[in-house]
């Protein structure tokens, strides 16, 4: 492998301010802010919208029908909606 072609990891804590939720993890990101855990220096990223916040994965988001879809495609492009008999 080529030497220096590989992005530094630094240790970072994204924070969501929405939800009160923290995630520790490794990241190329970094920011002026840090805080100590353990001994070990990490960088605080602020973030809007995490998996602790998104309406998808909290459950708050409703889901679409599948069946209104096909509905809509086959009567945009004529087409039948009950297979013909051969």
Request: charged share 20%; hydrophobic share 35%.
């Amino acid at each position: 492998m080529k030497d220096a072609i590989h992005p530094k990891l630094n240790h970072v804590i994204f924070v969501d301010t929405g939800a009160n939720a923290e995630f520790v993890t490794r990241s190329t990101l970094s920011s002026k802010n840090t805080r100590d855990i353990d001994g070990v220096s990490h960088y605080v990223v602020s973030v809007d919208i995490s998996s602790a916040s998104h309406p998808f994965y909290t459950g708050k988001q409703r889901a679409l029908q599948a069946e209104g879809r096909v509905q809509r495609f086959n009567k945009k492009y004529n087409l039948a909606t009950t297979p013909t008999p051969e």
